[in-house]
């Protein structure tokens, strides 16, 4: 949004006035109405054409709020033409003098017109005007006075969405220089890491083969591993070059890949369906899947085609990672099936397990974080029982950020 | 052929060593994507990529990844041989290659008994258009629980893992000696099974090859 939160748009400039008319209307009004009852029951006071006749309390009052009734739509008028709701202090002073004022002499006139009172009686009309004018003029205060309230309210409103709208971008530049490092430190442990403790595994094999060639002239390659005898020196030598062999592809094989893939989902860079196939490969032959991608998903994000943001794409990977996590950790699952689809702008995941589904409804954290994640972008994520009823289902909205 | 290899200790023992085979010559070695990008897919008189028969490339690449850099070779030119060499042990990236270019790609891993035997077959298998996928990586595979894979004979199963690894029909029965027509008899059955036995199947071999992936777990 580029727009400063002060700054008028013709609604709002509709909205202004809808408010000014209508708040000078009601109250001014409740003043026609008020007086006109006070002068008729109260003060008993009778228009000079009924003195010596009958008084006729009906028409008295109809009489008096067609007088009052003028004034009120004469001030109305002159608030719709004079706009002094857009207009600064000095302006507001000359047009709200002027429509009360304006008003008021109207009222006279309809006053005199209809016979309240006789054109003769100078001081009871003046008299008359002077109140109008204060009336109309404190309707009108209050009336300006609540569309600078409404005012204040709504560039306090735009300021504060603003105000979020920067923290989101902010958070988002933050969230992508992370991903960038996660990246950058991933592709060092996988790549120039484990390349190296291969090449260091291969040296050792190399000693291994040397020793075995030297100590008893079998052929090189004939076997791979030392099966060393704690008699013979040398052998123990080799069962020992054997062992830290074993350890080091051990800990490339397990502890540098698994700190890689926690930082960076391995194949992210490639699209969301190898990077979450990825999530799968490592799932023991007992536990069985069906990952199905619709066609419109394969060509936005699989073979090597990539429209999300990394930092979208990492958003639905993990989904299904946590969604994974909790089948397995706390349902028991042993059957999942992933389907993601592409429509209306947004990625839609849906994973459903066999597992024992939700004991009681809980919030995972894992979830409630993502759902913190999903509220930045215009996403949803939803935790349930299976359609069955048995098992869980986690259902995922992410928008594609295209829209 | 082109080697692209990111460690150069490697990529000039791979280079010397495919030289020193007889019938292979190195054209083009590459440290990176982009360079392999440049050199082989520059467009001037004749694309450079049209002129070799098969890459060997390593997965895991300083700027980008060797399957993305074999998708784009294979793209320009189709009947491009593609070995891929990984330290990660991650067959199942070959699940992804599009559809219509998923022959000819074969896998070895670089931290299982890689040799340059193993490494010339592959090649030659990749050129014909057929896969090797890693012997050490296919034998550490599992059938999983309630796919295609699962249903197989022990016998339909170890013939699968063998034409995985790239094994003529041939080669395929004397390693577990039987009679040719058996194995031909095992494949059958083993499409039959795997749904591939349809006319709508254009390599079944290959597609053969794909599911035994797709429906076991590494172990």
Redesign the interface.
């Known amino acids: 949004m580029t727009v400063t939160p002060d700054a008028v748009t013709p609604a709002d400039r509709a909205d202004d006035r809808r408010v000014t008319l209508l708040t000078f209307g009601i109250v001014l009004g409740i003043f026609a109405v008020g007086v006109s009852v006070q002068s008729v029951f109260v003060l008993g006071i009778l228009p000079r054409s009924m003195m010596g006749s009958d008084p006729v309390t009906l028409i008295n009052l109809v009489v008096r709020l067609v007088a009052n009734g003028s004034a009120v739509a004469v001030g109305l008028l002159g608030v719709a033409l004079l706009n002094p709701q857009e207009r600064g202090i000095p302006g507001r002073l000359g047009t709200g003098f002027a429509i009360a004022f304006g008003a008021a002499l109207a009222r006279a006139a309809v006053q005199i017109g209809i016979g309240i009172y006789a054109p003769g009686d100078g001081i009871e009309v003046s008299a008359e005007v002077v109140t109008a004018t204060i009336a109309g003029s404190i309707s009108l205060t209050i009336a300006l006075a609540q569309t600078d309230a409404r005012r204040r309210l709504r560039t306090g409103e735009r300021a504060s969405a603003q105000q979020a709208l920067r923290s989101a971008a902010a958070l988002e530049a933050l969230q992508s220089e992370e991903l960038r490092m996660r990246r950058e430190l991933a592709?060092g442990l996988?790549?120039t890491v484990?390349?190296r403790f291969?090449?260091l595994?291969a040296r050792i094999t190399a000693l291994i083969e040397a020793d075995r060639r030297g100590g008893e002239g079998e052929p090189s390659?004939s076997r791979?591993r030392a099966e060393g005898s704690d008699d013979d020196p040398d052998r123990s030598a080799t069962a020992e070059l054997a062992a830290i062999r074993a350890d080091l592809?051990d800990l490339?094989e397990q502890d540098l890949?698994a700190m890689s893939r926690l930082l960076y989902p391995?194949?992210l860079?490639?699209?969301a369906?190898?990077a979450i196939?990825?999530l799968f490969?490592?799932?023991?032959?007992?536990?069985?899947?069906v990952l199905d991608f619709s066609d419109d998903v394969l060509a936005l994000e699989?073979?090597?085609n990539r429209m999300l943001s990394p930092e979208r794409r990492l958003l639905l990977v993990r989904i299904v990672e946590e969604s994974l996590s909790n089948a397995l950790k706390h349902g028991h699952a042993?059957?999942l099936r992933v389907r993601l689809d592409h429509r209306d702008s947004a990625f839609e995941v849906v994973i459903d397990d066999d597992g024992t589904g939700l004991i009681e409804p809980v919030e995972l954290s894992g979830i409630r974080n993502l759902r913190h994640q999903l509220d930045l972008v215009g996403g949803r994520i939803d935790l349930g029982p299976g359609p069955s009823g048995l098992g869980a289902r986690v259902s995922a909205v992410v928008p594609d950020g295209r829209a | 052929m082109a080697v692209v290899e990111?460690?150069a200790?490697?990529r000039q023992l791979l280079v010397t060593g495919l030289d020193a085979a007889p019938g292979v010559s190195v054209s083009v070695a590459a440290a990176d994507a982009a360079s392999a990008r440049r050199t082989l897919l520059h467009e001037g008189t004749d694309l450079a990529v049209r002129s070799i028969d098969v890459a060997v490339l390593d997965v895991?690449l300083?700027d980008?990844?060797g399957?993305?850099l074999g998708?784009?070779l294979r793209a320009a030119n189709p009947a491009l041989g593609i070995v891929l060499l990984s330290?990660?042990d991650?067959l199942?990236?070959l699940?992804?290659?599009?559809r219509t270019i998923t022959h000819g790609w074969s896998y070895l891993s670089?931290?299982s008994?890689l040799?340059l035997p193993a490494l010339l077959r592959a090649i030659e298998v990749s050129a014909e258009g057929r896969s090797v996928f890693d012997p050490e990586l296919v034998a550490r595979r599992?059938?999983?629980?309630?796919?295609g894979l699962s249903r197989l004979s022990t016998r339909q199963y170890e013939v699968l893992r063998l034409l995985a690894e790239g094994l003529s029909n041939a080669g395929i029965a004397s390693r577990l000696g039987l009679a040719p027509r058996s194995v031909d008899n095992h494949i059958a059955g083993i499409y039959a099974e795997l749904g591939l036995a349809s006319g709508g199947v254009v390599n079944p071999r290959v597609a053969a090859a794909l599911r035994f992936l797709d429906e076991?777990?590494?172990?």
Do not use: C, M, N, Y
């Open positions: 592709d996988h790549g484990q390349q291969v090449l595994s390659g791979r592809d490339r890949r391995a194949e860079d490639r699209g369906v190898p196939r990825a490969q490592p799932l023991p032959s007992t536990i069985a899947f699989a073979h090597g042993t059957e | 990111d460690q200790l490697f895991q300083g980008g990844s399957i993305d998708v784009d330290a990660t991650s199942d990236v699940l992804d290659l599009p670089k931290t008994a040799s599992r059938p999983r629980r309630g796919t076991s777990a590494a172990s």
